[in-house]
């Protein structure tokens, strides 16, 4: 099993829908965790961190489920612009390894 | 505000050559990491520093040497490439573990095909 795993994908959604990805994790030492998005032919960047009591940022929202080892990254109102491969990252709390999710990835269409 | 900074961004290279792949960070991060992307794959470890003076295998370290030769630069060496190292390679840097949440920093990568 791998340690990171994500929805296949691909999604294929219209602008202003709402979509979910979600990730689970099988290391129940991991304590850092992470959305990354990453362009076609560009580095993975940071979206946002996932706290454990859940996040936002606009009109993203991520949860965190420990006892399910389950992570989740909710887009509301799908712009043209989110169209990217998103990252689930884990990582221990005194590794240093970061352990990245295979990706998904995200068409918004017109 | 450079970030991770890779050089080169591209490179072809003849089955056999060696070549060093150069990254060097300004936000005085602890530890580095060189990964590799190919298609279907996503990212793999090769190796990474937890620190000046440290390094340490990842997922995929055979065929490859690092260097971490002081706190802003970690560089990646292939002595006799492979058709098979082909890829995609990024180094990123991030502050010492011990915080939560601290996060990777990449940069933008270097295109590597190997004839």
């Known amino acids: 099993r791998k340690e990171v795993e994500q929805d296949p994908g691909p999604f294929n959604v219209p602008e202003g829908a709402t979509v979910a990805f979600n990730c689970t994790y099988s290391?129940?030492?991991?304590?850092?965790f992470f959305w990354y998005r990453q362009d076609c032919r560009k580095e993975p960047k940071l979206l946002m961190s996932?706290?454990?009591s859940g996040n936002e940022d606009g009109r993203f929202t991520a949860q965190l489920n420990r006892a399910s080892q389950y992570i989740s990254l909710l887009i509301r109102d799908s712009k043209l612009s989110d169209s990217a491969t998103y990252l689930c990252?884990?990582?221990?709390?005194?590794?240093?390894?970061?352990?990245f999710g295979p990706g998904t990835r995200l068409s918004v269409l017109p | 505000n450079a970030g991770v900074t890779q050089t080169p961004k591209f490179q072809v290279l003849k089955t056999g050559q060696s070549m060093t792949l150069q990254c060097a960070q300004d936000?005085?991060?602890?530890?580095m990491y060189w990964y590799r992307q190919d298609p279907g794959m996503g990212l793999r470890l090769i190796y990474y520093?937890?620190?000046?003076?440290?390094?340490d295998k990842g997922e995929v370290p055979n065929g490859y040497n690092v260097s971490r030769l002081n706190k802003r630069e970690f560089s990646l060496r292939l002595e006799s490439a492979a058709p098979s190292q082909t890829s995609v390679y990024f180094c990123?840097?991030?502050?010492?573990?011990?915080?939560?949440?601290?996060?990777?920093?990449f940069g933008d990568g270097t295109r590597l095909s190997i004839l």
């Open positions: 990123a840097s991030s502050e010492f573990g011990v915080h939560r949440n601290q996060p990777q920093h």
């Open positions: 290391n129940s030492a991991s304590q850092s």
């Open positions: 996932v706290y454990s």
């Open positions: 990252v884990v990582k221990e709390n005194y590794g240093q390894n970061f352990v």
């Open positions: 936000m005085n991060h602890n530890s």
């Open positions: 520093s937890a620190s000046e003076g440290t390094t």
